[in-house]
């Protein structure tokens, strides 16, 4: 294992994973085998990573977090605390579906809010946020704003994670960053 990687001692990381330099693996955590995890990531108290899970760069994951085998975070995404991800759509204890794991892509910059549930199979979009405790049952696009038991888009999100205004033109500007956002036909895109 990388030197520059911290393992709290309570925790356990399992052979074949590869870490990135700056990852930090906080108490009572297990990384199961295969597990490629980037650099810079922080993994809080209590967290487990399933066989074969890949997380890009800069991701944190707070505590009581399970990412489950089939589940792939890109760089910079955020999963809050006791948040989780499912990976079988039908789970019964005497039915093995090992071999049928959904898979769950979390895009560039996604942030999870406490306590939500993503359900196997429904991707996260680029900069989307997902609010505490929503259940997540469809895709949700790039900087979409969702909430809610099943999830619904109730706006638009920043790159700095700042609620959008759009105007008469479909534009809006991000208050703490200055990006601009254009909309079309439920579709943002940074412009600049």
């Known amino acids: 294992m990388n030197s520059q990687v911290f393992v709290h001692e309570s925790s356990y990381v399992d052979e074949g994973c590869q870490i990135g330099a700056g990852t930090k693996i906080w108490h009572f955590s297990h990384i199961m085998k295969d597990c490629v995890i980037g650099e810079n990531c922080n993994i809080g108290q209590n967290v487990v990573i399933s066989p074969e899970v890949i997380l ?4 944190k994951i707070q505590n009581n977090v399970s990412v489950y085998s089939g589940v792939v975070c890109e760089d910079d995404v955020f999963l809050g605390p006791s948040m989780v ?3 079988v759509i039908n789970p019964r204890s005497a039915v093995n579906r090992r071999g049928d794991y959904s898979k769950t892509l979390v895009k560039k910059g996604a942030s999870i809010g406490a306590n939500a549930t993503i359900v196997c ?7 989307a946020f997902v ?6 049952t469809k895709e949700v696009p790039d900087y979409a704003l969702v909430v809610g038991n099943p999830s619904r888009q109730i706006g638009w999100m920043s790159e700095f994670g700042h609620r959008l205004k759009f105007d008469e033109h479909g534009e809006a500007s991000c208050p703490e960053s200055h990006q601009l ?5 439920d579709k943002v895109v940074r412009i600049k």
């Open 181 to 185: 956002y254009r909309i079309d036909k």
């Open 131 to 136: 609010g505490a405790g929503t259940v997540v």
């Open 85 to 87: 991800f499912t990976n």
């Open 121 to 127: 199979g429904h991707n996260i979009g680029k900069y």
């Open 56 to 59: 890009g760069r800069n991701v």
